[in-house]
């Protein structure tokens, strides 16, 4: 997998997300393949982190969110 740790969009924002918006690119998710979340302690606040691994029409994407923003970390070749 390739390193790309960059926001995205994902609708919908809350719950499973439906598709997602990369560097003006829709893909749609077309399946949750696993899901995990971590806790640490960022700086000084804790950090709660909710990841997924999706497959999309494109790739296999994992992505996370923390609070209401959403990162695209890792993309498999």
């Known amino acids: 997998m390739r390193l ?3 926001p995205i969009d994902v609708s ?3 719950g499973i997300p439906q ?3 990369w560097r003006h690119t829709s893909h749609q998710v077309i ?3 696993d899901s995990w979340s971590s806790r640490r302690q960022w700086w000084t606040r804790d950090e709660t982190r909710r ?3 999706v497959r999309t029409n494109a790739a296999v994407m994992e ?3 923390i609070g209401p923003r959403w990162i695209l970390s890792r993309i498999a070749d």
């Open 4 to 6: 790309i740790h960059e």
């Open 12 to 14: 919908p924002p809350n």
């Open 51 to 53: 990841y997924l691994l």
């Open 19 to 21: 598709s997602l918006l």
């Open 63 to 65: 992505i996370y969110s």
């Open 31 to 33: 399946d949750v393949l």
